[in-house]
Nanobody, 115 residues
Framework: QVQLVESGGGFVRPGGSLRLSCLVS????????MGWYRQAPGKQRELVAS???????NYGDSVKGRFTISRDNAKNTVYLQMNSLKPEDTAVYYC?????????WGQGTQVTVSS
């Protein structure tokens, strides 16, 4: 079973940057579609970015041009580089994997953007 552990969240001022990491165990990320989702209070969980094994990347409209998803196959880790952060990016960010129709979620990491 795939297990995901996120890290890298925290507090940042508007315009700042953070990099989230998702360490994957139980399978090689070469064969998994990985994604980052986020959920703000009172809102539905939404896709932030995803990356396939090819890799092909996909981004939510609100983060295009600011966030970049990448992976390091040797470290079996997926990253989310977040630049030009805005208060509306405040949310719990979750790492997600999808392999053979089975989905796994990390425990989430809080990102707070505030002045």
């Amino acid at each position: 079973q795939v297990q995901l552990v996120e890290s890298g969240g925290g507090f940042v001022r508007p315009g700042g940057s953070l990099r989230l990491s998702c360490l994957v165990s139980g399978s090689s990320i070469r064969f998994i579609t990985m994604g980052w989702y986020r959920q703000a209070p009172g809102k539905q969980r939404e896709l932030v970015a995803s990356i396939t094994g090819v890799p092909i990347t996909n981004y939510g409209d609100s983060v295009k041009g600011r966030f970049t998803i990448s992976r390091d196959n040797a470290k079996n880790t997926v990253y989310l580089q977040m630049n030009s952060l805005k208060p509306e990016d405040t949310a719990v960010y979750y790492c997600h994997s999808l392999q053979w129709g089975l989905a796994s979620w990390g425990q989430g990491t809080q990102v707070t953007v505030s002045s």
